[in-house]
């Protein structure tokens, strides 16, 4: 579906970014891709390894309402990747966030409902469920922001839908290259938060798929999670180093113990597909769509009640084999 098409990915020069466009060029013929991102030098970069014909470069901040609308003409689909990501950096800077993650959301929605681009997929995180940090709130708030554009966008084309998904491994800023560079560099031990802890995991090209598929299942309004495997943080370090002791350092702010992807109070609205899940928009004030049914044809089915996507209840947890084998 990509073939002879026009595709944007704000925050391109990325881990997604990077990967999701090598998959394209891999995998299609576009017209053309565009890269939307703020960093000069991670462009430079980026251009000695991708430099098809059909690459073209933007440098532009999703701040910037209308460098945003002059990148998106002629753009038929559009991936929105770019956000402010570190917990920690979020608390400190809360406003900087809240520019970034939600007003450039919104400044996203506006210049491709303008535009006429055809759809739009927006990336979230397990930490816009339930958040307790700022970072989650946020794109708790820019999900919802993606979700209703398509009550508002009125006679334009344009579709909106969301895709939520946990921790990626390698990606920068994970868990994994920062335990390997402790261990590179002959660290004593692997700090780690608490023996409990779970999270879900995805590999790069996991994530990538499941977006580029996203945009054949859509009908707009969707948020859509991928079925994928859980493990213990303990186990995550014992894979990358099982020799080297391991310190409990506590829960830092902002940090939940399990992470949630799908909450129990939207159970009523969330679907069961073979592997992933949606979460239907609550409020639908444009034509009613059967979501139990999407694009591709494939069918779902409503969850049970008080059903909740749990990394500490997932029926799926890696053993440590299968880690390292993920970790590579």
């Known amino acids: 579906m990509f073939n002879n098409k026009s595709i944007l990915v704000t925050g391109g020069t990325g881990s997604f970014g990077k990967q999701c466009i090598k998959t394209i060029l891999a995998r299609y ?13 991670k462009q430079y970069e980026m251009q000695q390894e991708y430099h098809a014909p059909c690459m073209r470069y933007f440098l532009g901040d999703v701040r910037d309402s209308e460098r945003l609308k002059q990148a998106m003409r002629n753009v038929d689909y559009v991936i929105h990747a770019a956000a402010l990501k570190q917990v920690p950096a979020a608390e400190y800077n809360p406003m900087e966030c809240i520019k970034t993650n939600i007003h450039g959301a919104e400044n996203v929605i506006k210049a491709a409902m303008e535009n006429g681009v055809e759809k739009v997929i927006a ?24 979700v209703t554009a398509n009550n508002i966008a009125g006679g334009h084309r344009t579709k909106f839908s969301v895709v939520r998904y946990g921790n ?30 779970t999270r879900f995991w995805i590999t790069l090209p996991q ?9 054949a299942r859509m009908h707009g309004g969707e948020v859509f999670v991928p079925k994928i495997p859980s493990s213990r943080i303990v186990d995550f370090a014992k894979a990358i180093a099982p020799d080297k002791p391991i310190k409990i350092i ?57 059903f909740e996507y749990n990394s500490g209840t997932n029926p799926h947890f890696l053993t440590i084999e299968e880690l390292r084998e993920m970790i590579g």
């Not at 013929?29 to 030098?41: A, G, N, W, Y």
Request: charged share 25%.
């Open 29 to 41: 013929q576009p017209k053309r891709v565009i890269v939307f991102s703020r960093d000069e030098l």
């Open 123 to 146: 990336l979230s995180t397990d930490k816009a469920a339930n958040p307790i940090n700022l970072y989650g709130a946020t794109k708790l708030v820019s999900d919802k922001l993606f």
């Open 207 to 215: 994530g990538v798929d499941f977006v580029l598929k996203g945009f």
């Open 250 to 306: 506590g829960i830092r702010p902002g940090e939940k113990l399990h992470e949630v992807m799908c909450p129990a109070d939207d159970a009523h609205i969330t679907l069961a597909f073979e592997d992933h899940y949606v979460i239907k928009p609550s409020i639908v004030f444009f034509a009613p769509v059967d979501y139990q049914v999407n694009g591709l044809g494939e069918q779902g089915k409503p969850v049970s009640a008080g």
């Open 168 to 197: 990626v491994v390698g990606s920068r800023g994970s868990v994994a290259p920062l335990f390997k560079k402790m261990v590179a560099e002959g660290a004593e031990f692997l700090p780690v938060t608490d023996e409990k802890m």
